[in-house]
């Protein structure tokens, strides 16, 4: 019986988890240390829903060993771009994007992940970032996508901290200790609940 017991709890607990986390807006994800994937482990995600209980994201603290210098050698404004190009997901990952902060949309095919961040795609758009505005931007390859429900279904399991949308902390430079601090503030603000 006490088994029993326990084991709704532990539902109930999951369920509220998922009932927190209004999956409707747009989201940090922090993965659990017991979240053990060789992608997804130690990973801080930016997500966005993209309708119909689907969502689509990037992973922002992977620096990758790559240059947008080395990847388009003759380009002479990707040459000033210093910082690494980050591994943002596995889907599509010949796709340079381009996570830039600002007011607008920069245009033609760009979606808002959160107020203030803009994804752009296109190959027009991502050049005139890298042009005038890297300064502000992150650029990743890939992207992360999940199907009706899952997302919620990995929340449900414990698998992500949720934390509210915040630009800065999606683009802030993922120094030795960023993900730790994240989990730490995480679990400190989990049990005070």
């Known amino acids: 019986m006490k ?13 509220a988890a998922a009932q927190a986390a ?21 990973t801080i995600l930016v997500v966005t829903p993209v309708g119909g209980d689907r969502h689509a994201g990037f992973i922002v603290n992977r620096p990758t060993n790559t240059t947008l210098g080395q990847l388009f050698p003759e380009d002479g404004p990707s040459q000033k771009v210093v910082d690494p190009v980050y591994l943002g997901g596995p889907l599509s990952q010949q796709v ?3 996570l830039v902060e600002r007011k607008q949309s920069p245009g033609r095919q760009s979606f808002e992940l959160m ?9 027009e ?12 931007a992150r650029f990743v390859a890939g992207l992360v996508v999940w199907q009706r429900g899952e997302l919620r279904a990995e929340i449900e399991r414990g698998a992500w901290y949720v934390l509210p949308p915040d630009t800065h902390l999606a683009l802030r430079k993922p120094s030795q200790g960023l993900w730790e601090e994240l989990v730490r503030v995480s679990k400190l603000r989990a049990n005070s609940i």
Do not use: H
């Open 3 to 15: 088994l029993r017991t326990l084991l709704l709890a532990v539902l109930a607990a999951a369920a």
């Open 22 to 42: 209004d999956l409707s807006k747009s989201m940090i994800l922090v993965a659990k240390p017991e979240f053990v994937d060789q992608l997804y482990g130690s």
């Open 96 to 98: 340079v994007f381009a």
């Open 115 to 123: 107020p203030g961040l803009y994804a752009a795609f296109d190959e």
């Open 125 to 136: 758009t991502v050049d005139r970032i890298i042009r005038a505005e890297s300064d502000r």
